[in-house]
């Protein structure tokens, strides 16, 4: 018979088997479905779930370099294809911020009661994502972009931002597992989950009640948003942008042959779009390359179209320098009016990876104008991801806002929905042409009007009928309060935490 002794030893030993590594194998295998790509909302609730649980009951020096490395392991598969190797690991190992929520939650939740409790994990992973979305990873990452499909649950972004939609998740996330840890009793149920599951429900009533009552404007206004040609660019084989910026005569004559086509080819579907009604068009970030030499001409090209068509046309062009020094080209945007005048001339502010090896930012002042359409204004692809700089446009009262893009594969689907909660959080119009991904016209609820694939079409022109009228929303205004809001509660339950130790087990204390 076996002793007593080990007999206790392996049943403790299958209770902590149970209650912490199972959760930890089924959340481990959820997490990567959670972020980026691949993504599936019901992974996105689930996996915090689990993780927290497994945070909450493994060992001390256990659990915690088991959850970095599984976040690390999750955020690489997330990454595939998005970076080469062994870029796609190294960048992977950003995933080890994820777990400060769990360790936040573990050094101060445990030590408290009830639903003060529940409210550690949600606060701090609020603070966490913001403070990531301060570098250059922008938004990005962040889990609320995985429910950006839930079309009751985005409107909230109107009011706190995408820190809404993470802390509402995360609050569930504690609140089951602070009732999973002191038993499923009608008064835990009442005092602890129901809070939680209340507000979860009345952001999920609200954006419904959102949608179906604060419907756009009937005033609206034809848009088209045009990517280039695909199999021009496909064509084109030049040399990289600083080489071609310190070429010879001979190399910048040759680039222009190759990219004198797309540029035709945008001009001549430009006026066929504006035929067809449309008053304001945009292309596609980058949608056409040129010599600094040649881009005034490109530019009185565009102005003869506008003013002979009438209509408000932006382009998307990536401008080469003559250099051997960085920065060797400029991205830019440039509006011209209906009067063939340029409004204004938008250096692209964020470049993500690599590129800021290639261009300078530009001084990140969102442009805005006036017209008979309404207050139009503009940012450029990975700068959507910054939704500091994107309230700009918001605060200046813009109806419509163009954002030119240029994604690849791995991203087209996850960028294009993640920029749709700008468009929420400003109550605004939002037109993304999009080379190399997919673009979209979205309207202020985050409802598509338009789609189109790259990768599934010659030639991608998006176009729609939109409001020209925004619709209010708080966020412009309020900002990151829900951000300060969770720094100051953290701060707060850290300190009660420290002045009321409640006596804890032996396993608590590891």
Known sequence: ???????????????????????????????????????????????????????????????????????????????RGIFEWPEVVIVGLTGAFGVVPYLADRLVARRLRGLPATLVFPAAAVVTEWLISLTGLGTLGSSANTFVADAGLRQI?????????????????????????????????????????????????????????DR????????????????????????????????????????????????????????????????????????????????????????????????????????????????????HAVMIGPDGEVIWDYLKTVHPFGDNQVYEPGPGTVPTVSTPYGVLSTVICYDADFPALVRQAGRAGADILLVPANDWQPIDAMHAQAATYRAVENGLTLMRPTGGGHSTIVNHLGETLAFGDYYTADRVTVMADVPIRAKATAYPFVGEALVLVSALALAILTLVSLVRRRTASPAEQE
């Open 1 to 79: 018979m076996m002793p007593t002794a080990t007999r206790d030893l392996v049943n403790n030993t299958d209770i902590r088997l149970r209650t912490a590594w199972i959760p930890l194998l089924i959340g481990a295998l959820v997490l990567p479905f959670a972020q980026l790509q691949t993504t599936v909302p019901l992974a996105a609730w689930l996996a915090p779930v689990l993780l927290l649980r497994f945070a909450r009951t493994a060992r001390a020096r256990v659990w915690l370099p088991v959850l970095v490395l599984v976040t690390c392991v999750a955020q690489t598969v997330a990454l």
């Open 157 to 213: 972004v109107s009011v706190t931002g995408i820190w809404g939609v993470t802390f509402v998740v995360c609050w569930v996330a504690a609140s089951v597992n602070e009732v999973w840890s002191t038993g499923a009793t009608r008064t835990t149920v009442r005092r602890v989950l129901a809070p939680a599951a209340a507000v979860a429900l009345v952001v999920l009533a609200t954006g419904q009640a959102r949608i179906a009552f």
């Open 216 to 331: 756009p404007a009937p005033d609206t206004v034809r848009v088209a948003g045009l990517a280039a040609d695909r199999a021009l660019t496909d064509a084109m084989d030049a040399p990289s942008l600083p080489d071609l910026a310190a070429g010879t005569a001979e190399v910048r004559r040759s680039a222009r042959a190759e990219f004198a086509p797309a540029a035709d080819e945008l001009l001549e579907r430009t006026v066929r779009v504006a035929r067809d009604g449309a008053e304001i068009v945009s292309w596609a970030e980058a949608a056409v390359f040129v010599l600094a030499e040649d881009s005034d001409s490109l530019v009185d090209r565009a102005r003869a179209v506008a003013r002979a068509e009438g209509i408000y046309l932006q382009l998307g062009t990536v401008v080469v320098r003559e250099t051997q020094e960085h920065p060797y080209a400029e991205n």
